[in-house]
C-alpha cells in the first residue's frame, strides 16, 4: 500500500523534492504546450521516469493542493496556482511569449519567465539566470543562448550556456549582450527642423551641405512638402554614371517608407531591416514632417 509522506507538508510551505519538482516542472510545461490535461506517460516520458512513480508521486501532489485530476478519456493532470508558487513562478492569466533560442534556433514551446543578473558589480563579468517555463534539456554547457524581445522594452539578452538546474528548471548564462529599446514613440526622435535642399541643387550644392553638417543625408523639400531623400549614396551613383550636371530631384530617392509618429522605436527599426533603408519619414497626422534616420536610433541607444 502506498504511504504518503505528510513530513513535507509544514503549514503554508510546501517543500518538495527533487522528483516532484521535476513532475511538476514537467506537467507545467506540457500543459502550457498542449493546453490540456496532461497524462502521467506523457511527463514519464519527458522526465524520463516510470510512469507508476510519476502515479504514486502525482498523489503527494493532489494532497499538497498542487495538482488535480481530470476525470474521462481526455484527462489526466492539471497544475494548480499554488504549483506556481511553489516552484516561485508568477501564474499570467494572459502572458506574452518571451521566446528563448539555443544556437540560433528557437526552442518550440517555451517562454521566459524571468531573468535575473547575479554579477553586476563585478568588474569583468557578467552572469545571469533564466527561469524558463518549457523544455531546457537540450541546452548545455557552452551553447549560445539568446532571449527576447520582451515585450515592454524590448530588451534581448544573449550569452553563454555555464550552467543548467533541472530541479528549478534554470539556465546560467555569461551575458555577452543586451540590447534594450526605449518605449517612447518615433515622434520623440524624429527631427522636425530639418535641415533640407532643394529639388533645384546641384550635386555640389548637396556635397556641401552634407558635409558641412555631417549629416549623410538629407530631405529633399518643396515649400512644405518632402519630396525624398538624397544621400552621399545618391550622388556617388550619381558620380559613377557620370552625371555631374543633375539635379537632386533627378538623383534622390522618392519611394520612402513612412510611418506613423506614434509607431513605436521598435518597430521603426523592423522597418529599416526590413526595407534595408537609411531613413524613414514620420507623418503627423497623415502628413509627412519628420525623418527619422538610423544615426538618430543609435545615438539613442548610446546615450
Known amino acids: 500500500m502506498y504511504k504518503l509522506d505528510l513530513s513535507l507538508w509544514t503549514g503554508d510551505l510546501v517543500e518538495l523534492t527533487p522528483i516532484q519538482k521535476d513532475i511538476l516542472i514537467a506537467l507545467i510545461n506540457l500543459q502550457r504546450e498542449k493546453d490540456r490535461a496532461v497524462k502521467g506517460e506523457e511527463i514519464a516520458e519527458l522526465i524520463s521516469r516510470n510512469p507508476g512513480t510519476v502515479r504514486n508521486q502525482m498523489q503527494s501532489l493532489k494532497v499538497l ?3 488535480e485530476g481530470v476525470p474521462g478519456p481526455k484527462g489526466g493532470y492539471k497544475a494548480t496556482g499554488d504549483a506556481y508558487e511553489a516552484l ?3 501564474a499570467m492569466d494572459h502572458e506574452a511569449s518571451v521566446p528563448i533560442y ?3 534556433d528557437l526552442v518550440e514551446g517555451a517562454t521566459v519567465a524571468e531573468i535575473s543578473f547575479t554579477t553586476v558589480r563585478h ?3 557578467c552572469h545571469g539566470m533564466i527561469k524558463v517555463l518549457g523544455n531546457i534539456k537540450g541546452f548545455e554547457q557552452g ?3 539568446q532571449m527576447g524581445p520582451t515585450p515592454v522594452n524590448k530588451l534581448v539578452v ?3 550556456i555555464v550552467g543548467r538546474d533541472d530541479t528549478q528548471n534554470t539556465l546560467v548564462f555569461a551575458i555577452n549582450e543586451m540590447i534594450s529599446l526605449p518605449k517612447k514613440p518615433v515622434k ?4 522636425t527642423d530639418m535641415i533640407s535642399i ?4 546641384s550635386i555640389q550644392e548637396t556635397a556641401r551641405l552634407l558635409v558641412d553638417n555631417s549629416i549623410h543625408g538629407a530631405p529633399v523639400m518643396d515649400a512644405d512638402m518632402i519630396l525624398g531623400v538624397v544621400t552621399f549614396t545618391d550622388i556617388g551613383d550619381a558620380v559613377a554614371s557620370g552625371k555631374m550636371t543633375a539635379k537632386v530631384k533627378d538623383i534622390m530617392t522618392r519611394d520612402l517608407i513612412t510611418v506613423d509618429s506614434e509607431t513605436s522605436l521598435y518597430d521603426a527599426v523592423k522597418v529599416f531591416d526590413t526595407h534595408n533603408i537609411g531613413f524613414i519619414l514620420v507623418s503627423y497626422d497623415g502628413v509627412p514632417k519628420g525623418i527619422l534616420s538610423k544615426k538618430d536610433v543609435f545615438h539613442e541607444l548610446v546615450y
Open 198 to 201: 532643394s529639388g533645384n541643387a
Open 123 to 125: 568588474p569583468d563579468l
Open 88 to 90: 516561485s513562478i508568477t
Open 102 to 104: 539555443r544556437n540560433d
Open 143 to 145: 551553447d549560445l543562448v
Open 188 to 191: 520623440n526622435y524624429a527631427k
Open 158 to 160: 544573449r550569452g553563454e
Open 65 to 67: 493542493g498542487l495538482v
